[in-house]
């Protein structure tokens, strides 16, 4: 990352990175403090967040860690308002958060599609809307969520709650970017592939990993840095005239030569 940006590329800016104490989201938060931002991990398993946080403190970054629970509006409302009092303004918020547990189109019920929903969906809404005061502040900024192949793209099965919330995420990157273009605030998405993470290990054993990685084009599956690097890319002054897009991270495997695999 160093090598493609100044080593203070985002000296200055606040960014806040919800589910970042591990996986993709411990990769953004990574990415963007060794460019100089300040960056605060959300998360709602708090220990894991203090101790990742206090991880990079050591190396001389500027990370601190917040719990929050983000299928709760309450707890969203005030871990933006402790990030602004803190810092007095916000410039990147990404929601990479997520909640997929495997459950067989028949046995989601309600309980499970709404904390889907809420976590997935409602939550970027609701940072974007807490958050905003606070990047006005900023002079605007960037709002970034990852999203999923899943849902927009492809299907799999036993994540139907998912593949839903994670649609309805890519419309609402669109709506927001036109309505909040004014403010001078971006917002964009990425879409990954297959990424070499705790949660995915949950999804297939390594047999099937393996199989999934020899059929991607770039042969490999990806590694949290990938999607950390298209975030970085976003919001950085490179991306300065995209707004309500969602950028594919998947190695090429939604080619059609590939499609049939993850479908």
């Known amino acids: ?75 969203i409302a005030e871990l933006v308002a402790a990030v602004g009092e803190r810092h007095q303004r916000l410039d990147v918020v990404i929601h990479n958060a997520a909640y997929f547990p495997l459950t067989p189109f028949a046995a989601i ?33 960037s709002l970034l969520v990852t999203s999923s192949v899943t849902g927009p793209r492809v299907a799999y099965p036993g994540l139907a709650h998912y593949a839903a919330s994670k649609a309805g995420v890519n419309g609402f990157i669109r ?11 971006r917002v964009n998405g990425v879409e990954p592939g297959m990424i070499r993470t705790p949660a995915m290990a949950n999804l297939g054993d390594a047999q099937v990993n393996q199989a999934i990685a020899a059929a991607v084009p770039l042969g490999r599956l990806g590694e949290p840095e990938d999607i950390a690097a298209a975030m970085v890319f976003l919001a950085s002054p490179a991306a300065a005239y995209i707004t309500g897009q969602t950028l594919v991270v998947d190695g090429g495997a939604l080619l059609p030569e590939t499609n049939s695999l993850l479908t």
Request: charged fraction near 15%; hydrophobic fraction near 55%.
């Open 1 to 75: 990352m160093s090598a493609t940006y100044a080593a203070d590329a985002f000296a200055g800016q606040v960014v806040l990175v919800t589910g970042g104490a591990q996986g993709i989201g411990l990769a953004i938060v990574s990415a963007f403090a060794r460019l100089g931002a300040e960056v605060t991990i959300a998360d709602v398993q708090l220990p894991q967040a203090q101790a990742a946080a206090q991880t990079l403190r050591d190396e001389g970054l500027n990370v601190q860690a917040l719990a929050c629970d983000l299928a709760e509006p309450e707890q």
């Open 109 to 141: 019920d309600a309980a499970l599609l709404q904390r889907t929903l809420s976590v997935n969906l409602m939550a970027p809404f609701f940072l974007a809307q807490t958050a905003l005061p606070w990047m006005r502040r900023a002079g605007g900024g």
């Open 175 to 185: 709506a927001a970017a036109l309505e909040l273009a004014a403010e001078n605030i």
